[in-house]
C-alpha cells in the first residue's frame, strides 16, 4: 500500500484527467467557512495544469443521500478555486453529476483547463460503488488521480469503482503525503515511538491499541476512554464515561503491553466536575483528584496536571509521535488544559509529530499549535483505519509504482 504511482510518475499532456479531490468543507449560508480542504488540494491541481492536462475535479460534499439538495452543491467550491488559482474553474451543474453540461464541457477543454463536477454523492449508486456510476465518471478521462485521503477507507465509484475503468491511477500529493508520514510511522518508525490515544470511546479504537501495542514502545491513554481503563484496574471512577462491556478488553491490553515489555500509561490524576458542561463552553467548577479517587457522584472530564506533566515527559524522548483524539472536552477552555499540554509538547518536540485526523487535528488547529506540527492527516476516519493497520481500498485501488 505504500509504493502508489504518484502524479510525479505520470504524462498527463494533452489528457483528460478525473481527479478525486476532498471538498467537503463546512458551508454557512453558501459561504465556505473553513477553506483548508481547498487550499491543500491546490498543489495537485497546479502540477496537472502546469503539465498540460484537461483537469476535471470531482468531490462528495455532505451527505445528500443520492438526491440533489440545493444547499450541497459544489457550485461555491468552483467560484473559490477560480480565485485560488487564478483561472476560471468551470462547474458542471449537472444533477446526475455525468451530464449533457459536464459532457459538453469536458468536450471543449484545452490544456490546463479546470472543471468541476456536481456534488458526486447527489447519486445514490456513489456510495453502493455501483458499476453504472463508475463507468459514466472513466468515460469522462484517460488518467485519474486520487488526492482524497478522507475517504480513501470506503469502495466508493469516485474513488475505487471508477479506477477498473481507467488505464492509469495515480494518487495526487496529499495522498502521498498521508501514505508517507502515516504508512512509514506504523509500519517503519524512527524510535522511540510514542503513540497517544484519546477521544471519548475506547470501542472506537479497539484495533488501534491493539494494533499501536505491537509496533510503538509507549503508549499514551486519555480522554473519556482512560476511564474504562481505570475502571478496568479496579478503581472507582464515579459518573465519568465508561463502557462497561469493554473493561475485560481493557484488561487484555494492560496484560498485552506487559507481555511485550511496552509502557501503557494511564492517567494518574483527573480534572472532575459534577456535570458535563451545557452548553459545552460553559463556566464550570472544576477540581483535580487523584485517579484512583474520584468521588462517587463526580466526572472525569480533562487529564491532571501531574498526568499532563507525564506526558509531556514521554513525549521529549520521542523521535515519531503519533496522536489521535483529544485529552478531555477541549471544546471548554478549562477542560482544555490536558490536550494544550500535550500538544505543547508534541510542538516543542523535535520528533515527527503526526496528527490523525478528526477532533485532534481541531484541537491542534484551534490551539494555534498546527504550525508546528510534522503532518496533521486530513482524515479521521482513514487515519484510524491506517493506524489499525487496515489497507485502506483508496489506496489499494491505485497503480503501484
Not at 94 to 103: H, I, P
Not at 114 to 140: C, D, H, M, P
Not at 155 to 161: I, P, R, Y
Amino acid at each position: 500500500m505504500l509504493n502508489k504511482k504518484s502524479v510525479d510518475d505520470i504524462n498527463v499532456k494533452g489528457k483528460k484527467v478525473l481527479v478525486r479531490c476532498d471538498f467537503n468543507v463546512p458551508l454557512k449560508e453558501g459561504k465556505i467557512t473553513d477553506e483548508n480542504r481547498l487550499v491543500a488540494a491546490l498543489p495537485t491541481i497546479k502540477k496537472l495544469i502546469a503539465d498540460g492536462g484537461k483537469v476535471i475535479l470531482c468531490s462528495h460534499l455532505g451527505k445528500p443521500k443520492g438526491e440533489p439538495k440545493p444547499e450541497l452543491s459544489l457550485a461555491p467550491v468552483a467560484v473559490r478555486l477560480s480565485e485560488l488559482l487564478g483561472q476560471e474553474v468551470k462547474f458542471a451543474a449537472d444533477d446526475c453529476v455525468v451530464g449533457d453540461n459536464a459532457r459538453a464541457a469536458v468536450a471543449a477543454m484545452n490544456d490546463g483547463d479546470v472543471i468541476l463536477l456536481q456534488n458526486t454523492r447527489y447519486r445514490v449508486e456513489e456510495t453502493k460503488n455501483g458499476e453504472a456510476f463508475s463507468r459514466e465518471l472513466a468515460s469522462l478521462c484517460d488518467v485519474f488521480v486520487n488526492d482524497a485521503f478522507g475517504t480513501a477507507h470506503r469502495a466508493h465509484c469516485s474513488n475505487v469503482g471508477v479506477t477498473e475503468y481507467v488505464d492509469t491511477c495515480a494518487v495526487g500529493y496529499l495522498m502521498q503525503k498521508e501514505i508517507d508520514f502515516l504508512g512509514n510511522a506504523v509500519n517503519n518508525p524512527e524510535r522511540p515511538f510514542v503513540a497517544i490515544l484519546g477521544g471519548a470511546k475506547v470501542a472506537d479504537k479497539l484495533n488501534v491499541i491493539s494494533n499501536l501495542l505491537e509496533k510503538c514502545d509507549t503508549l499514551i491513554i486519555g480522554g473519556g476512554m482512560a476511564y474504562t481503563f481505570l475502571k478496568a484496574k479496579g478503581f472507582e471512577v464515579g459518573t465519568s464515561l465508561v463502557d462497561d462491556t469493554k473493561i475485560d478488553y481493557c484488561k487484555e491490553m494492560m496484560d498485552k503491553a506487559e507481555k511485550l515489555g511496552k509502557t501503557l500509561l494511564l492517567p494518574v490524576d483527573t480534572t472532575i466536575a459534577k456535570a458535563f458542561p451545557s452548553p459545552i463552553d460553559a463556566e464550570i467548577e472544576v477540581s483535580v483528584v487523584k485517579s484512583d479517587a474520584i468521588p462517587a457522584d463526580m466526572m472525569g472530564l480533562d487529564i491532571g496536571t501531574e498526568t499532563a506533566a507525564l506526558y509531556a515527559d514521554a513525549v521529549k524522548s520521542a523521535k515519531t509521535v503519533v496522536w489521535n483524539g483529544p485529552m478531555g472536552v477541549f471544546e471548554n477552555p478549562i477542560l482544555a488544559k490536558g490536550t494544550i499540554a500535550v500538544a505543547k509538547s508534541l510542538a516543542e518536540t523535535d520528533a515527527t509529530t503526526i496528527i490523525g485526523g478528526g477532533d485532534s487535528a481541531a484541537a491542534v488547529n484551534q490551539l494555534g499549535f498546527g504550525d508546528k506540527m510534522s503532518h496533521i492527516s486530513t482524515g479521521g476516519g482513514a487515519s484510524l483505519e491506517f493506524l489499525e493497520g487496515k489497507d485502506l481500498p483508496g489506496v489499494v485501488a491505485a497503480d503501484d509504482k
